[in-house]
Structure formats: C-alpha cells, structure tokens
T-cell receptor
C-alpha cells in the first residue's frame, strides 16, 4: 500500500539555522507529493507540492525536490524564523487512484530566538 | 479563495451528549469532503470520506454509528459525535475537495479544526 515516512521530531533549532525534514514514500504508480504546515490550534495549509519526478516545489523559503530514484521529498529551508514553528506533514496522493491523501506522522518544529 | 469553514472551533460538553460539527466550503462546491481526527503528538487519522448525496465511506475501525456523517449539499458536511465520552475528546479537522473547479490545484482544502472536550 501507499505510505509516507517522515523523520520523528521534535526538532528544535535556533533562528537562522538550516532546516531539513526527511520524507520518504512508498507508492504504487506515480504519486504527487506535498508538504503541509499546521500552526498551533489551526488546520493544515498546503506549503508546497511537486507532481512529477525532479520537480522542485518552493514557497516561503521552503523547498523540496521530488526524487524518484530515492523515493524522497525532503523539506529544506536555509534560514528558519521563529514564525516557522509549526508541525510539518509530508503527504502523497496517487494519480487516478483514491482521492485520499496519505500523511506522514508529522514533525514538530520549534525555532527559538 | 478556497475557504473551508469549520464550526464550532471549540466545544466543551458533558459525557453522554451528542455534538455536531459543521464543515462548509464557502467559495466552491465540494462533492467530496473528508473528516480527520488528530491525536496527541499530531498524528492524523482519516475517519471517513463524505460524498454529497450518498453515504459516507468509513475507514476501518471507525464506528459509523458513533460518528454520523451527513453531506446533504455541495457545500456542507456535518459530523455528529453521538453519546460522546471523554475518550472522544480530540481535535477534529475537515477538508473539502474542489473537483475540477478553480481550486482543484490542491487535492484538499482544510478547515481550522474543532477542539472537542468531553467532561
């Protein structure tokens, strides 16, 4: 079946540090990949996405590249801010299959001033 | 655009009562909506897929008589937690899918969640 594995947190960084949150996936067919962000007490917001191999999604300084050969979609940001403190979810959806998003377990990021 | 409104955002009630949570797509029509439950340490669990005009499809292990879902229109789905008990306390999140519309570039648009506390 389809699944997403992302690094367990929590992750604690100082402001301006480099961020990497690892995400790997298992899927039948050719999935689209997503990163969602959840700020405290809120629902999920789409952060970025990639729909095919070698695509790079980017938004608000965050980036992730769809690597088919390593089945990975790692999230990176060069310089984190306190306002980036949130829970980050990696997710996939398969093309032409179920409409369901398959989520990883989430990684909580705390950025300290 | 693509606003999904969830109401209430927070509810506290006594054990044994039923609680209804509404999920509305404000600027698009959603033939499909989803209900999630979020556990401590942030893990998300899909509870059911709600289809307009038909019965919801529940995930394995979710009690359909406990968690009643009604998707009576293209913009509204409701989740009713019947005879709620403290173990039902959780954060419930809905999402909506815009099939083929202007907001179909994302698979689902999420509401802000409902914090349910059963005393």
């Amino acid at each position: 079946g389809n699944s997403v594995t992302q690094m367990e947190g929590p992750v604690t960084l100082s402001e301006e540090a480099f961020l990497t949150i690892n995400c790997t996936y298992t899927a039948t067919g050719y999935p689209s990949l997503f990163w969602y962000v959840q700020y405290p007490g809120e629902g999920l917001q789409l952060l970025l996405k990639a729909t095919k191999a070698d695509d790079k999604g980017s938004n608000k300084g965050f980036e992730a590249t769809y690597r088919k050969e390593t089945t990975s979609f790692h999230l990176e940001k060069g310089s984190v801010q306190v306002s980036d403190s949130a829970v980050y979810f990696c997710a996939l959806i398969t093309q032409g299959g179920s409409e369901k998003l398959v989520f990883g377990k989430g990684t909580k990021l705390t950025v300290n001033p | 655009g693509a606003v999904v409104s969830q109401h209430p955002s927070w509810v506290i009630c006594k054990s044994g009562t039923s609680v209804k949570i509404e999920c509305r797509s404000l600027d698009f029509q959603a033939t499909t909506m989803f209900w999630y439950r979020q556990f401590p340490k942030q893990s998300l669990m899909l509870m059911a897929t709600s289809n307009e005009g038909s019965k919801a499809t529940y995930e394995q292990g979710v009690e359909k008589d406990k968690f009643l879902i009604n998707h009576a229109s293209l913009t509204l789905s409701t989740l009713t937690v019947t005879s709620a008990h403290p173990e039902d306390s959780s954060f419930y999140i809905c999402s909506a899918r815009d099939s083929g519309g202007v907001y179909s570039n994302q698979p689902q648009h999420f509401g802000d969640g409902t914090r349910l506390s059963i005393l």
